[in-house]
C-alpha cells in the first residue's frame, strides 16, 4: 500500500533515514514541486484553478508520480480555450545595449538603458535574463535576473542577477534583456476558434491550458509532460502510416497532420500519438514532449 509522506509521524525518535526507507518501500504519492510557495501563501494552487492572485514563482515546475509536468504560469490576456496551446507571447525586452558602468568580477548587478522612463517596472523582468556578448573570447554568458529597479527619469535600470559575474563586465560589451517568458503565456488561434486574435507563425507553445480565465493576468498550470488531447487541425492529416508517430503544433497552437505535404523538419513538436490503431486518422491523446522529464 502506499503511503503518503505528508502524513507520515514525527515520532522524536525515529531514525533520520526513516523517511527515505519509508518513500522507497512505499512510493511517493505526492507532487514534486521545483520553485514553489511565494511569501504569505499556504498551500499549492490547484491545477484546475485560475486566479489573479500569484501563489508561487514563476515558473514553479511541479512533476507527479506519474511523470507528468506542469508550470506555473501567467496570462496576460484571457484564456477562453483550453484545446490550443499557450504560446510564448514575450519578446527580448532591452534590445541590443552596452553597460552604461563598467562591472568589476564579483559583483551581480548591472546597470543598463532600458530604451525610457516608463519601459520597465520595479521587478518587471525577474525570472528573465541577462546575456552578454564579450565579442572577443567567446566567455559569452545568459543569468537569470532576481530583481530589478524601476526605470529612472533617464530610463535607466539596475539588475540584479543569480550569481557574481565570473568576470569583469566591461562597457564595450553587448547586453540583451529577456524578460521572464512565462509571465506572457497567450493564446494564439485563429480561423478554426471563436478567438478574434490571430494565430502566429513565430512564437512557440509552452504548454496547455488546463482550465480558462475570464480575466487578464491570471495565474495557472500548464502542462508541459505526458497525456494530453489537443485540438486537431481538421483533417489532421493522412492515416498513420508505418512509424509515423510524432505530431507537431501549427500556428494556432493545435496539433497539424501526421504526414503533412509540407515538410515538418523545422516545425515544434508537440509529442507522440498513444494510440496504436493503424486506421486512425487523429489522435486521442497525446504524450506531450515540451518540458524534459
Not at 13 to 31: K, T, W, Y
Not at 87 to 92: D, I, L, Q, R, T
Request: net charge negative; charged share 15%; hydrophobic share 40%.
Amino acid at each position: 500500500m502506499r503511503q503518503n509522506l505528508a502524513l507520515m509521524d514525527r515520532d522524536i525518535g525515529q531514525m533520520i533515514g526513516r523517511p527515505l526507507q519509508e518513500a522507497m518501500a512505499h512510493g511517493i504519492e505526492n507532487d514534486m514541486i521545483y520553485g514553489g510557495l511565494l511569501a504569505g501563501q499556504s498551500s499549492i494552487q490547484g491545477k484546475y484553478i485560475a486566479q489573479t492572485t500569484q501563489n508561487c514563482l514563476v515558473p514553479t515546475r511541479r512533476v507527479t508520480w506519474q511523470g507528468e509536468v506542469y508550470r506555473y504560469c501567467r496570462a496576460p490576456l484571457a484564456v477562453g480555450c483550453t484545446m490550443f496551446g499557450l504560446k510564448f507571447g514575450y519578446e527580448v525586452k532591452i534590445g541590443y545595449t552596452a553597460p552604461l558602468a563598467k562591472v568589476l568580477a564579483g559583483n551581480n548587478t548591472i546597470r543598463v538603458d532600458a530604451g525610457g522612463a516608463a519601459a520597465v517596472a520595479a521587478n518587471e523582468l525577474v525570472g528573465g535574463n541577462v546575456i552578454i556578448h564579450t565579442h572577443t573570447d567567446y566567455h559569452h554568458m545568459c543569468m537569470r535576473i532576481t530583481a530589478n529597479t524601476l526605470a529612472d527619469s533617464n530610463g535607466y535600470i539596475m539588475i540584479t542577477v543569480e550569481e557574481n559575474w565570473p568576470i569583469d563586465i566591461e562597457t564595450a560589451y553587448g547586453v540583451e534583456v529577456m524578460p521572464n517568458p512565462w509571465m506572457g503565456m497567450v493564446s494564439r488561434p485563429g480561423p478554426s476558434s471563436d478567438n478574434p486574435r490571430s494565430g502566429d507563425h513565430y512564437t512557440s507553445v509552452g504548454g496547455m491550458p488546463l482550465v480558462k480565465s475570464t480575466v487578464a493576468n491570471s495565474f495557472m498550470w500548464i502542462k508541459t509532460r505526458g497525456p494530453h488531447w489537443i485540438n486537431p487541425l481538421t483533417p489532421l492529416g493522412d492515416t498513420q502510416t508505418v512509424d509515423r508517430r510524432i505530431v507537431f503544433f501549427d500556428y494556432e497552437g493545435q496539433l497539424t497532420q501526421v504526414s503533412p505535404a509540407v515538410s515538418t523538419s523545422m516545425m515544434q513538436i508537440a509529442g507522440f500519438i498513444l494510440n496504436s490503431e493503424v486506421t486512425a486518422v487523429g489522435p486521442p491523446l497525446v504524450m506531450l514532449t515540451i518540458d524534459g522529464s
